[in-house]
């Protein structure tokens, strides 16, 4: 089955800092990838839509230079939290999409394991 | 607006009892698809099972199915012969054209299961 990556699983950074996460598809090819940011006991958000070689799609609210977003290359795309603030503490998680119809009768978009970000 | 609806924040089942968890969802599209995912205490998502607006037929997996009513715009998950190990949170999902035809996913608020020894 396809397989999606996440580096860090866990990061524990400063203040003011900057953090980069790693999503990388493993035995397929990803046109497009998503972030989602989840709270504890709370639901998946959708941060930004990342498409290969192209800007990425930011959701309303979110701060697209606290959250960049670069999908160099169409199996790796990447998210920098930069200048982190304890209130940046969260779990992210990516997701790689086939890339196939997306009104084919059947259609999976494959989950990372998730990044665990704490900032002090 | 695409909108998905759990309304069961929390709910406990016996093992090997059934259970169904609610979902209800909202689109203007025709065309759209219904997932739903489970998210143990690890954190990483497991896709369960897909249904898509035009399939004639509830979906199923092994112990998962999908009650899917779409005229009520409701899609509820039944897990049978519930087993310890389907302790987590459970999440419904939708996309749509809505969604700029990006495929992404709206999900709902989540419920969390606990199964009962």
């Known amino acids: 089955g396809a397989v999606v990556s996440q580096h860090p699983s866990r990061v524990i950074c400063k203040s003011g800092t900057s953090v980069k996460i790693e999503c990388r598809s493993l035995?397929?090819?990803?046109?497009?990838m998503f972030w989602y940011r989840q709270f504890p006991k709370q639901s998946l958000m959708l941060m930004a839509t990342s498409n290969e070689g192209s800007k990425a799609t930011y959701e309303q609210g979110v701060e697209k230079d606290k959250f960049l977003i670069n999908h160099a290359s169409l199996t790796l795309s990447t998210l920098t939290v930069t200048s982190a603030h304890p209130e940046d503490s969260s779990f992210y998680i990516c997701?790689?999409?086939?890339?196939?119809?997306?009104?084919?009768?059947?259609?999976?978009?494959?989950f990372g394991p998730g990044t665990r970000l704490t900032v002090l | 607006a695409q909108k998905i609806t759990q309304t069961q924040p929390g709910m406990f089942v016996q093992e090997k009892e059934a259970v169904t968890l609610d979902c209800t969802y909202d689109t203007s599209d025709p065309s759209y698809g219904l997932f739903w995912y489970k998210q143990p205490s690890s954190g990483e998502m497991i896709f369960l099972i897909y249904?898509?607006?035009?399939?004639?037929q509830n979906a199923t997996e092994g112990r998962y199915s999908l009650n899917f009513q779409k005229a009520r715009k409701s899609a509820n998950l039944v897990i049978s012969a519930s087993q310890l190990g389907d302790s987590a949170m459970y999440f419904c999902?939708?996309?749509?054209?809505?969604?700029?035809?990006?495929?992404?996913?709206?999900f709902g608020q989540g419920t969390t299961l606990q199964v009962k020894p």
């Open positions: 249904q898509g607006s035009y399939d004639q």
């Open positions: 035995d397929f090819q990803a046109t497009t």
């Open positions: 999902a939708m996309r749509d054209h809505g969604s700029g035809n990006t495929g992404k996913l709206i």
């Open positions: 997701s790689a999409d086939l890339g196939t119809s997306l009104w084919s009768s059947y259609n999976e978009q494959f």
